[in-house]
Nanobody, 119 residues
């Protein structure tokens, strides 16, 4: 299993970034994909979720209306479009793949990409 995350960087408050996470080594289209983030000195927190078929998405209240999760199963890729970025969005962002099948949970994590919001 491998993830290649990209798109992080330094951006000013109010700016935008688009994170990408390209997955390989498992059946991407069968997995729920999620984004998490971890700020310095804080616990890792869930940000957004998209089901395997790209249907109804869910967001943490802190990012709702600003972030959009999407996926392209043909490209084994999940995205996180982040708009109106705030200082408090600064964190390492991780993609996560999770499948529950026959009572067994399989879960994989990306290596993380740094997002820094600063003026």
């Amino acid at each position: 299993v491998q993830f290649v995350e990209s798109g992080g960087g330094l951006v000013q408050p109010g700016g935008s970034l688009r994170l990408s996470c390209v997955a390989s080594g498992f059946t991407f289209s069968s997995y729920i994909m999620r984004w998490y983030r971890q700020a310095p000195g804080k616990e890792r927190e869930w940000v957004a979720r998209i089901p395997s078929d790209g249907g109804s998405t869910n967001y943490a209240d802190s990012v709702k209306g600003r972030f959009t999760i999407s996926r392209d199963n043909a490209k084994n890729t999940v995205y996180l479009q982040m708009n109106s970025l705030k200082l408090e969005d600064t964190a390492v962002y991780f993609c996560n793949a999770m499948e529950l099948r026959a009572g067994v949970i399989r879960e994989y994590w990306g290596q993380g990409t740094q997002v820094t919001v600063s003026s």
